[in-house]
């Protein structure tokens, strides 16, 4: 059974910085690009941070510059660094698995696997 387990999520200030993890387990992780998506109250689910299997990356306009996503394959995580906050970087932050999939295709909000979310409140 796949799981993916976001945390790190919580309230900061705008211009500060927060650090989300996702833990995967029941799959192949070094077989897997994984992403963060994001989706705040009434507005629809949108791709903020991707990285391939093979460690190639995507980022939304909106955050490249900011954020930074990793990942850890003897761990089984990915993280993704938030510096610079904004309050509208305000949501449900979700992370998703993809087997073998380009990082840039990571950007379209279809995949096998998501996780719960972590809810990360930007105060300005």
């Known amino acids: 059974q796949v799981q993916l387990v976001e945390s790190g999520g919580e309230l900061v200030q705008a211009g500060g910085s927060l650090r989300l993890s996702c833990a995967a387990s029941?799959?192949?992780?070094?077989?897997?690009?994984m992403g963060w998506f994001r989706q705040a109250p009434g507005k629809e689910r949108e791709f903020v941070a991707a990285?391939?299997?093979?460690?190639?990356?995507n980022y939304a306009d909106s955050v490249n510059g900011r954020f930074s996503i990793s990942r850890d394959n003897v761990r089984n995580t990915i993280d993704l660094q938030m510096n610079s906050l904004k309050p509208e970087d305000t949501a449900v932050y979700y992370c998703?698995?993809?087997?073998?999939?380009?990082?840039?295709?990571?950007?379209?909000?279809?995949?096998?696997?998501w996780g719960q979310g972590t809810q990360v409140t930007v105060s300005s």
């Open positions: 998703a698995a993809d087997k073998f999939k380009l990082a840039r295709s990571m950007a379209i909000p279809r995949h096998d696997y």
């Open positions: 029941g799959l192949t992780f070094s077989s897997y690009s």
């Open positions: 990285i391939s299997w093979i460690g190639t990356t």
